[in-house]
């Protein structure tokens, strides 16, 4: 066994040994830079072996008092990192034709499928709670092979824009451009029938024509939501040549195809007729091509970017939130907000501890928006 001889006299601490090799001297400078103030005014001599000195140095209480900054609520809070508020959500709302509906949907208590008369009143309230933008999903009374309703003006959103923007001039309303909801085989664009999946190229077209509605209609902000090569680029120049080049894109940049999204397509009735969205969406085990599609986006001109779900792509959060400069919002979807509304159903968790934890991690991991259902029961514990 190593033995030093300690001699503690002194800040900072000194040892001497016999031997005097490179290896000892760095072990000797870590002890030093380790133990420097347990040992600030003690005068020891003895021969040790490295760890009784550790143990000597850690009997003086030499750790550090995390604990000293937890006591007091106060500086608790002092001292917190990351805060959410209100301004941080963005709350999704589910609309069809009709009046006075507001259908809850069994996958997700407290979210509804509501008539455009509902959801002016459902805007009411969230005023009240200090949320100010809501994003729009439509459910059209007809599907076809195109989505036809998503570029009519008097399709369900460009109507639900014009009356909720008449009664809440200042609320955000963001709209979702996608055709998922909009089409009979339920995918998100035009199909190509020999390759059985979206005809990338056709439905951007389609998608810029989309987003000139919306934006005609009233809509803040669109958010594509496709994961379509190229969108942003097409949205962009659409937008731009009708006259609409203040209207911001944020994208649904990094979208998985993701299990998570379940009780959402019951309440959009927008599930796949055939087959699922991984000829679109991306693979869930891809870490690196995350961050390419998000900064394929932000090349192509998006003004924020997404990452969607969220609970399960934390790590893909954070990477994105350092590899660019844009705003980042998050996607808290259906499926993990019905998952914590099961288990606070079954009784085994504190909901809106949980709730709340959930939202803080979303922000520590680095997004700026939170796109989530629990908007309002969070804003009004806020
Ligand atoms: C449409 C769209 C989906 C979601 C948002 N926009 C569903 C999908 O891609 O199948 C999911 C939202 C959620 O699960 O809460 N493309
Ligand atoms: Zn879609």
Same mark, same amino acid.
């Given at each position: 066994m190593v033995k030093y001889w300690l001699y503690i006299n002194l800040n900072p601490l000194k040892t001497s040994r016999s031997e005097n090799s490179a290896t000892e001297e760095a072990k000797r400078s870590k002890l030093r830079s380790s133990h420097r103030e347990a040992v600030w005014g003690e005068r020891f001599f003895g021969e040790f072996n490295q760890s009784a000195i550790i143990s000597y140095c850690k009997g003086l209480?030499?750790?550090?008092?995390?604990?000293r900054k937890r006591l007091n609520p106060v500086l608790r809070d002092l001292v917190k990192e990351t805060t959410i508020t209100p301004n941080d959500f963005i709350y999704p709302l589910f609309i069809r034709s009709g009046e006075g509906i507001k259908n809850e949907v069994a996958s997700m208590p407290g979210v509804f499928q509501m008539s455009i008369d509902e959801a002016i009143k459902e805007c009411d309230s969230l005023k009240a709670l200090g949320l100010n933008s809501v994003i729009l999903f439509g459910i059209p009374d007809i599907k076809d092979s195109v989505g036809s309703d998503a570029m009519c003006e008097h399709g369900i959103i460009a109507t639900a824009l014009r009356e909720l923007k008449a009664a809440h001039p200042e609320m955000f309303i963001v709209t979702d451009l996608c055709f998922c909801e909009y089409t009979d085989h339920g995918?998100?664009?035009?199909?190509n029938p020999k390759l059985q999946t979206v005809d990338n190229d056709i439905t951007l077209k389609n998608l810029a024509k989309q987003a000139i509605v919306h934006a005609k209609a009233g809509a803040d902000m669109i958010a594509p *939501?496709?994961?379509?090569?190229g969108m942003i680029t097409a949205i962009r120049e659409g937008l731009d040549s009708a006259g609409f080049s203040h209207i911001p894109i944020m994208s649904y940049s990094t979208k998985f195809a993701s299990a998570y999204y379940g009780p959402f397509r019951d309440v959009a009735?927008?599930?796949? *007729?055939?087959?699922?969205r991984r000829s679109y969406q991306m693979d869930p085990a891809n870490r690196r091509e995350a961050v390419l599609e998000s900064l394929a986006d932000e090349e192509e001109g998006a003004d924020i970017l997404m990452v969607k779900p969220a609970l399960a792509y934390l790590d893909i959060v954070r990477e994105i939130r350092d590899a660019s400069n844009l705003p980042l919002a998050v996607y808290n979807v259906s499926g993990e907000y019905s998952m914590l509304k099961m288990a606070a159903k079954a009784g085994v968790i504190d909901y809106e501890k949980v709730m709340m934890e959930t939202l803080l991690g979303f922000k520590r991991a680095g997004a700026d928006i939170i796109i989530t259902y629990h908007a309002k029961e969070a804003a009004a514990l806020l």
């Amino acid at each position: 066994m190593v033995k030093y001889w300690l001699y503690i006299n002194l800040n900072p601490l000194k040892t001497s040994r016999s031997e005097n090799s490179a290896t000892e001297e760095a072990k000797r400078s870590k002890l030093r830079s380790s133990h420097r103030e347990a040992v600030w005014g003690e005068r020891f001599f003895g021969e040790f072996n490295q760890s009784a000195i550790i143990s000597y140095c850690k009997g003086l209480a030499m750790f550090t008092r995390f604990r000293r900054k937890r006591l007091n609520p106060v500086l608790r809070d002092l001292v917190k990192e990351t805060t959410i508020t209100p301004n941080d959500f963005i709350y999704p709302l589910f609309i069809r034709s009709g009046e006075g509906i507001k259908n809850e949907v069994a996958s997700m208590p407290g979210v509804f499928q509501m008539s455009i008369d509902e959801a002016i009143k459902e805007c009411d309230s969230l005023k009240a709670l200090g949320l100010n933008s809501v994003i729009l999903f439509g459910i059209p009374d007809i599907k076809d092979s195109v989505g036809s309703d998503a570029m009519c003006e008097h399709g369900i959103i460009a109507t639900a824009l014009r009356e909720l923007k008449a009664a809440h001039p200042e609320m955000f309303i963001v709209t979702d451009l996608c055709f998922c909801e909009y089409t009979d085989h339920g995918h998100c664009g035009v199909l190509n029938p020999k390759l059985q999946t979206v005809d990338n190229d056709i439905t951007l077209k389609n998608l810029a024509k989309q987003a000139i509605v919306h934006a005609k209609a009233g809509a803040d902000m669109i958010a594509p *939501s496709g994961m379509m090569d190229g969108m942003i680029t097409a949205i962009r120049e659409g937008l731009d040549s009708a006259g609409f080049s203040h209207i911001p894109i944020m994208s649904y940049s990094t979208k998985f195809a993701s299990a998570y999204y379940g009780p959402f397509r019951d309440v959009a009735e927008s599930s796949p *007729s055939f087959g699922d969205r991984r000829s679109y969406q991306m693979d869930p085990a891809n870490r690196r091509e995350a961050v390419l599609e998000s900064l394929a986006d932000e090349e192509e001109g998006a003004d924020i970017l997404m990452v969607k779900p969220a609970l399960a792509y934390l790590d893909i959060v954070r990477e994105i939130r350092d590899a660019s400069n844009l705003p980042l919002a998050v996607y808290n979807v259906s499926g993990e907000y019905s998952m914590l509304k099961m288990a606070a159903k079954a009784g085994v968790i504190d909901y809106e501890k949980v709730m709340m934890e959930t939202l803080l991690g979303f922000k520590r991991a680095g997004a700026d928006i939170i796109i989530t259902y629990h908007a309002k029961e969070a804003a009004a514990l806020l």
